[in-house]
């Protein structure tokens, strides 16, 4: 990596980044201490072993056996093992599974608010329970959090076209059976009453306001200068736009942050949901933002007569229509805009910023993942152009 | 014949594909996944090796040509910082393009400028027309370019309709 005088420089312009969720910013400030503790080795099943050994004694449990460990594939952002555990409160064992943090990942995010989030939507959607928290990493060495084990896929085995963190897939005939529920889960989402459950990680941006917005702006752009390798003026670019039109948000939901294909799991022949997965990026704000995330291009799929369909399952009218009639909320094409290009902003952070960053200190179990979703980088380039420029602006240049 | 480059990574591949890949047990997920994406680099890297020096030079060519249109153009600027970007373009205009770490510290230089005249000085209420359309079109080539570059990694729902990375290049070096 070239040294540069500018490298160091503070270069994260005029704006005050201080109004974001306080664990948001607690999540942050720790990466930039942990990073120098770097490199991060994957971890082995005895290492693994030894980890989970601590937690089961810590919660009074004797005679704990764990085996059959088993690394389980994707996450590019947590490391992530299915085990079996045998103890005295279970002498038949359970099948569980630890998902914890590297030192870096393409997104640094809080396993307490993982894990609470994960709780609130038992019976509300089909989610893993969450057996054990660990928010700091005081028990695991790292933080973590443990689930049971739930039976599914995340792309038909008899279907291809699937590449890293499922991005590429296509349903074809299962579509008919997955877009309802993708659709109606997501409603739900958004009309879950948590005023009563103990979300004590989460903080409500103001109703009637553009804080919704403004949060996640100042989150993403704290990321992009902790971890700038190299300038990207679009991306300085789109922190402004975003800043000068931010929507009011009239009434925060939970947003889950992550919904798409490759994080949820199905039965095969069914297509039952049995998991409604990865709750890392949850926070509350404005719905428009988990419909504009589904709609991005590089979740999506063409059809086998081109026309492209949303994360592969349905065309894009057609998920805003069934979700406007099955959730009852009206988009507005105004915020929805803005939430496509605050959504292509924050995985070109992502992808440009931090999964660079973490690559080149070797701070993640899966470093050449980091580096090949980096590669896909200008993809999000591509759309913040033609979102902020207007239609067919890429193409004309 | 000295073993070339392309020999290599195409030894490399075949030995993963052929002798490594099928030898790991499939309960060694990670082992598995790491080595099909090592494949997958080197078969991009292949793709990309004999280009790599033009490509970021015409990367810091087009930074250049933004920087000097900002310079030149009716957007809102110190006069300090307008001064340093048109000495910068000027200074950065001869780095040695035969040398890969001068071109990357001029791109990162030049582009810190870049981004403060675009987060000006938070007195403005709206982005100036001028400094968007700069920007925009700058970021309509740029975008296309790195998309091109890294076609290879299959992830770009678009990338039927991109050029080959010689053909972009070609085009590159036609226009400046």
């Known amino acids: 990596m070239i040294e540069s005088p500018a490298r160091t420089a503070r270069r994260g312009g005029p704006w005050d980044r201080s109004d974001m969720e306080p664990r948001v910013r607690e999540i942050l400030d720790r990466k930039l201490i942990l990073r120098e503790r770097g490199p991060y080795v994957a971890k082995t099943n005895e290492q693994v072993s030894g980890m989970l050994q601590r937690v089961f004694a810590s919660q009074g449990f004797v005679n704990v056996r764990i085996f059959d460990i088993e690394r389980m594939a994707g996450g590019a952002s947590k490391e992530q093992f299915a085990f079996t555990v045998r103890h005295g409160g279970c002498p038949d064992g359970e099948r569980l599974v630890l998902r914890m943090d590297p030192i870096e990942s393409i997104a640094q995010t809080c396993r307490g608010r993982e894990g609470q989030m994960q709780t609130a939507m038992q019976g509300v959607v089909p989610v893993a329970p969450v057996t054990y928290i660990d928010a700091d990493g005081e028990v695991l060495g790292q933080p973590g959090l443990i689930t049971r084990f739930v039976n599914g896929v995340t792309k038909p085995t008899d279907v291809d076209a699937a590449g890293v963190s499922g991005i590429g897939s296509r349903f074809d005939a299962w579509a008919g059976k997955l877009a309802p529920q993708f659709v109606e889960y997501l409603s739900r989402i958004h009309h879950f009453d948590w005023q009563s459950k103990p979300l004590t990680y989460f903080k409500v941006p103001a109703p009637g306001t553009t804080q919704a917005a403004i949060w996640q702006v100042n989150w993403w752009s704290r990321v992009w200068w902790d971890d700038i390798v190299e300038p990207v003026p679009i991306i300085t670019l789109c922190e402004r736009w975003l800043r000068e039109n931010a929507p009011v948000c009239e009434a925060p939901v939970v947003v889950h942050g992550d919904f798409r294909i490759g994080n949820f799991m199905f039965e095969e022949p069914s297509g039952r949901y049995t998991a409604v997965l990865d709750w890392e990026l949850c926070h509350f704000g404005d719905f428009h933002e988990d419909i504009a995330w589904a709609m991005q291009k590089l979740w999506g799929a063409r059809s086998e007569d081109g026309e492209f369909l949303v994360c592969g399952l349905l065309p894009r009218d057609e998920f805003t229509a069934q979700y406007q009639a099955r959730s009852g909320n009206r988009i507005d094409p105004v915020k929805l805009r803005y939430y496509e290009v605050l959504n292509a902003y924050k995985c070109a952070v992502m992808d440009l910023g931090a999964a660079m960053q973490a690559g080149i200190r070797g701070n993640n179990h899966q470093d050449l993942v980091l580096t090949w979703l980096g590669s896909a980088g200008a993809v999000f380039l591509d759309q913040i152009v033609e979102l902020i420029g207007g239609a067919g602006y890429a193409a004309q240049h | ?176």
């Open chain 2, 1 to 176: 014949m000295l073993p070339s480059i392309d020999l290599r990574i195409q030894n490399l591949v075949k030995a993963l594909v052929e002798v490594v890949l099928p030898a790991l047990p499939p309960t060694e997920r990670l082992a598995r996944d790491q080595a099909a994406l090592v494949v997958g680099h080197l078969r991009m890297i292949a793709e990309q090796w004999k280009f790599a020096l033009r490509f970021e030079s015409q990367s810091l060519d087009h930074l250049l040509d933004l920087a000097g249109n900002l310079a030149a153009a009716d957007v809102p600027m110190g006069a300090e910082l307008r001064r340093r970007l048109a000495a910068s373009v000027a200074k950065f205009r001869s780095t040695d393009r035969a040398d890969g770490n001068a071109i990357e510290t001029a791109i990162i230089d030049i582009g810190a400028d870049i981004d403060q005249v675009i987060q000006g000085d938070g007195t403005e209420s709206r982005i100036p027309a001028e400094l968007m359309r700069l920007v925009l079109q700058y970021g309509a080539i740029q975008a296309r370019r790195e998309r091109t570059w890294f076609q290879g990694n299959m992830l770009d729902p678009g990338r039927a309709g991109l050029p080959s990375i010689a053909e972009m290049l070609a085009e590159g070096a036609a226009k400046t």
